[in-house]
Structure formats: C-alpha cells, structure tokens
C-alpha cells in the first residue's frame, strides 16, 4: 500500500467526519443550532481533526524511520564476512542490493546474497506499508469514533479548534526559525573547523585569494584565503547594480502610482514586472553576447580598455534584473499613502510635485527602504550573472572596467570538484556563506534603524 493512498483514505476520514461531527451537532439539538457552544461546523472540525492529526503523525514517523530500520534488517542478514567488510565496500554492495530492490540496472555480476538481501528488502517494503497502512486507518477510524460519540451541545468545540490552529501557526514560525538556527550552525561549525586550519586574520585581512586545490587524497593544504577581494567584489558589483535599479525603479514607481493613467499603468506595471521572471541565466547570456560586447566597443571607441566581462557589464545587468523589487513594492506602497493627505497638501497650495517631495515620499519611506533593501539582498546574493557576466578573477580594483568576482561565485566553485571536505579548499566555502551571512544581517539592522527613524505615523 503506497504512502499517497493511505493519505488518501485519512484525508477521506477526515472529510467524512466533519460532515458527520456536524450533522451530530445539529441532531442532539434537533436542529436549534442556537443551543450549541460553537457553530455547527466547528463539531464538525473536532471530528475531523481527531481523525487526522493522530493518524498522519503516526505516518509521519513512519516515513521519517521505516528506511533506516529495513535498511538496519537488511544488513543485518548479510553474511558475516561480507558485514566486516571496509565502510567504502560495503556501501556499494547496500547501493548495489538497493538498486535490484527498485528494480534499478546493475552493472556486472550480482552475488547471490545481493539478490536474496534485495527480495528481503522489497518484502519488508511491502509488509512495512501494510502494516503502516492498517495502523493509520485504525487510528483514524478510532478517533472519529471518539470525537463523534463526544459531541455535545456543551462541547467547546470552537476553542478547540482555535488551539489546534495556533499551535499549527506556532509550529510553523517555530519550523522558519529553526531552519534558520539551524542553516548558521551548520555555517558556524564548519567555519570554526575552517579557522583551526588558516588563521581568522589571513582570511579576513588578507589581499590575495588563491586557494591552490587540492585534490581528494591529497595533502597539500597551502593556500592564501583573503577574503578582501570577494568582499569588494560582492559591494562593487552591488553598489552599481543599486546605482542602475534604484534611480530607475523609485522613479517608475512614482511616475505609475503619481502620473500614469490607469490604461497606462496597467499596461507598464506588468510588463515591468516581467523582468523578475526572466531567468537569470538568461540575463548573464545578454550580458556576455550583447552588452559585454557594446561596453568593450564603446570602449574602443573612446580609448578605454573595457574587457568583455566586467563589473560594469554584471553590474548592470543586474541592476536591470532587480529594477522590479523596487518599482513594484515602491510602487504599492506610495500607493498605500492616503489620499486625505494630498488633498490636505494641495488644500495649503502646493503643487502635485511638492506633494510627492514633502508628504508622500515621507510617508512611504519606511517601505521604499525595505524595498531597496530586499534588491540590495537580491545583487548580493547573485551568482549567474557574476560568473557570466564579470569572470571569477578575485582581484582589488576600483575600475569598473576590469574583471572582479564575488563571494556566491567563490562558495559554488570551492564546493565543485574532487576534493577532500575537510581541506581547508573546502571548508572556506562555509566561512564565506558565514561571512555572507553577517553582511546581510547588518544590512537588514541598518534598514531597521533608518525605518525607525524617519517613520512618521499617521491617523
């Protein structure tokens, strides 16, 4: 029995008993619905809920430990010398059993306890879906039962509904707050292990980045890990994406919510909006076919040494690509200003302008700032664009027409290739997210104070 259909026959319980833990309600009253604590379809919620929860929790643990317990039986009915085998043989021989139990192709020749280990494995899968199946449906069965039979007019079926409900929107905060928890310990530890190997102060003073891979097997660790250059390269390339999407975007956002028509606007906005879908990739092939290309002709042009790949090229483009997290949002939000304040503008005679400049702008600040911020996390964040688009030469220059790269290139190519995870090549990869990480937290904190700042409140 597959795990779809015994979710299926759950979600069908729970369904039926809300139908019928509403229909109970209305009976033992005879239909006075006024008689109940709660209205008729919270009885009926109490039903379905004590039908489901328990049943797909008990699923759920199911799903988390049936593979490892028949992957622990399984093993364990191999032979003796074939269990003693190294940790390196013995995982290809589980990922060869494993491969005949799905039915997967299997190269070579197959021993015949693999094979035997194989049809064991698939009859526990069989026999561990039946069995999970029968638990859950009993399960499910047995509180409808129960919250049938309890129903009552003096139930409180509403605040019990209320606090299942809370406790599965704490659930949920809980989960996004400890998946971030959980997302900087990880960081955290790999880095400390990185910074027992290389010195904190060569990695966060240090000029020169040349990792020098070594490969699996290897023991060469020698490496210079400065994390300067992938640091300015990651403001530079951000600072002209900002200066490009910005100005663009904040004016857009004015001209559409201030001056456009409404045929105007509902034409402009989606068709600006359009640039947040193009995939990245895409934009990082315009840059390197078409703009890379005008800048260096340009360049040639006027006498300037422009190479094809460059932080102005990347710069750019992103910037192009994050205009729409901040006319969109910017947009909504002047939007959002109300309109009693303009006419209380123009009532004291200034002008549309001067209403813009010294009433709306104030007032929706607070969220043109979270906008600016949400595409400043975006340009950081960015890595397609910068490997097309501006090279993977980590280098400190403040010309913008030279090849610079950034921290997200740096942790995709040190995690990508044959080598050891425990050499510093790899684990440095963990202290630039790490590193990543505080940037951006200190750039939401500086948003923060500045929203806190010039936020004015309004009746």
Not at 258 to 273: F, G, I
Not at 287 to 298: E, M
Not at 436 to 456: D, H, P, Q
Request: aromatic letters at 8%; hydrophobic letters at 55%.
């Amino acid at each position: 029995m597959s795990l779809s259909m015994t979710l299926t026959v759950i979600v069908a319980l729970a369904l039926a008993g809300f139908f019928a833990g509403r229909a109970r309600a209305l009976m033992v009253v005879q239909g006075r619905a006024q008689e109940l604590h709660s209205r008729p379809q919270y009885y009926g919620w109490v039903v379905a809920l004590t039908a489901a929860l328990p049943a797909l929790a008990l699923l759920a643990l199911w799903s988390v430990g049936h593979d490892s317990v028949i992957d622990g039986m399984v093993r364990g009915g191999l032979p003796a010398d074939v269990r003693a085998l190294p940790t390196d043989k013995l995982g290809l021989i589980l990922t060869t059993i494993d491969n005949l139990a799905h039915g997967r192709a299997v190269a070579g020749e197959v021993p015949d306890y693999a094979r035997a280990a194989a049809a064991r494995s698939t009859s526990l899968v069989a026999t561990s879906r039946w069995i999970a199946f029968a638990l859950c449906v009993a399960l499910a069965i047995g509180g409808f039962l129960v919250a049938y039979r309890t129903v009552a007019p003096p139930m409180r079926a509403r605040n019990t509904v209320e606090r299942v409900m809370l406790s599965a929107l704490m659930a949920c905060s809980a989960i996004a707050v400890l998946t971030t928890v959980g997302i900087v310990f990880s960081m955290l530890f790999e880095t400390l292990h990185f910074f027992s190997l290389v010195s904190p102060l060569d990695f966060f003073f240090g000029t020169v980045w040349d990792p020098r891979f070594a490969a699996a097997g290897s023991n060469d660790s020698a490496g210079q890990f400065g994390l300067l250059p992938l640091l300015w390269g990651t403001i530079f390339i951000s600072l002209i994406a900002m200066l490009v999407a910005v100005p663009v975007g904040l004016m857009s956002a004015i001209y559409l919510s201030e001056y456009a028509s409404r045929a105007v606007r509902a034409w402009v906005k989606p068709l600006l909006e359009i640039l947040a879908g193009i995939p990245t990739v895409v934009y990082g092939f315009f840059a390197v076919t078409t703009l890379g290309p005008l800048f260096r002709d340009i360049g040639g042009g006027l006498g300037l040494d422009i190479s094809a790949t460059s932080a102005l090229t990347a710069g750019v483009v992103m910037g192009v690509m994050i205009i729409p997290f901040v006319s969109s949002l910017s947009d909504d939000i002047i939007n959002a200003v109300p309109q009693s304040l303009r006419d209380g503008s123009y009532a004291l005679g200034a002008t549309h302008s001067e209403t813009i400049r010294r009433v709306v702008f104030p007032a929706a600040l607070p969220g043109i700032v979270g906008s600016v911020l949400l595409a400043t996390s975006r340009a950081i964040g960015e890595t397609m664009i910068v490997v097309m688009a501006a090279g993977i030469a980590a280098k400190l220059t403040v010309n913008p027409f030279d090849s610079v790269t950034t921290v997200t290139v740096k942790i995709v190519s040190q995690l990508t290739g044959d080598l050891e995870f425990n050499s510093p090549q790899t684990l440095v990869a963990f202290a630039l997210g790490l590193t990543l990480f505080v940037v951006t937290l200190g750039l939401n904190v500086y948003a923060l104070y500045i929203v806190r700042k010039y936020r004015e409140q309004y009746d």
